[in-house]
């Protein structure tokens, strides 16, 4: 579940890539390998206007850990432009290592959209394996839009980015630090008079949401591993959202007799209210978010 709630997400990221293309000027794409890293939030159609927005590329290649997601995407945009790939930016191994299985001579073994999906050109690796070795030095543009807010160790991340990018190539990267959404939700979940119905599940939330590291330590770390660093910088957002949307979420955490849920509602937004008090035919949370431009030096 996504951990912000965004009614015009797609607007939001083709904002970010018209952003990074202006920035670093982006123009003749014609010779450049673009690598994206995306998440299993499919309204976020950071593909789809790649694509749009760079129909000259040369390839993109867009990775995910997950080999279902992988072969989801690929089932539901059918873009022949996109080399699909497992990979997991935070893991690196060579070839090597790597044991792989091909579904091939299999019977159907998928239902997607109505019809049935042979396996036989599709290679699946086991999930904390890594195609990355592949495209060592390769990369001419790296972007990464709200997808890396589950890492663990951005060191090894940032460190992959590196090693991916050729000479001279840049990345961009855009992702929440701490969720208003996830804060809001904790304290529905915190109150007493709802917390025992609270139904136990975890929500989505980015690995920092409860530490607090300051824009300069990502910019030394960043400068060690050997980049040149254009913009690093955390801000907050306003996250707009549709009210009955949201609080419907937030009921997915809970479990309570049908009389109690009209009063959770209420409850619900204002609580809402009270911490994030903008104007209440816009409802919405403050999120915090880090953005990173940065290039490899070309020698």
């Not at 000027?25 to 749009?52: A, G, R, T, Y």
């Not at 509602?265 to 403050?286: C, E, H, V």
Request: glycine content about 4%.
């Amino acid at each position: 579940m996504a951990i912000w709630y965004n009614s015009d997400i797609s607007n939001e990221t083709r904002y970010f890539l018209e952003f990074i293309a202006e920035k670093f000027q982006w123009s003749d794409v014609s010779s450049d390998i673009i690598m994206n890293v995306f998440c299993d939030n499919l309204k976020i159609e950071f593909c789809d206007l790649l694509i749009k927005l760079f129909r000259k590329v040369k390839k993109i290649i867009t990775i995910n850990k997950k080999s279902i997601t992988i072969n989801y995407i690929k089932l539901a945009l059918g873009l022949p432009q996109i080399h699909y790939s497992q990979g997991d930016i935070e893991n690196w191994l060579s070839e090597s290592q790597m044991n792989y299985r091909r579904l091939k001579d299999v019977a159907p073994v998928s239902l997607y959209f109505g019809k049935f999906v042979y396996n036989d050109l599709i290679t699946i690796h086991q999930s904390h394996w890594s195609t990355l070795k592949e495209w060592e030095g390769k990369i001419s543009k790296f972007v990464s839009n709200q997808c890396l807010h589950q890492v663990k160790d951005y060191k090894t991340c940032f460190r992959n980015v590196f090693k991916l990018l050729k000479p001279g190539g840049e990345a961009a990267i855009f992702f929440c630090l701490k969720s208003g959404y996830v804060d809001w939700l904790y304290k529905l979940i915190g109150n007493p008079e709802w917390q025992k119905y609270f139904n136990g599940k975890s929500p989505e939330m980015p690995s920092t949401q409860f530490k607090y590291i300051p824009v300069s330590d990502y910019e030394t770390m960043l400068q060690k591993i050997g980049f040149s660093v254009i913009e690093c910088k955390i801000e907050e957002r306003f996250i707009p959202f549709k009210k009955d949307d949201i609080i419907s979420l937030a009921l997915t955490y809970f479990q309570m007799p049908e009389a109690s849920i009209e009063i959770f509602k209420r409850d619900a937004y204002n609580i809402l209210m009270k911490y994030f008090p903008q104007n209440p035919l816009k409802p919405g949370t403050i999120s915090i978010f880090l953005t990173v431009l940065l290039r490899k030096p070309e020698h």
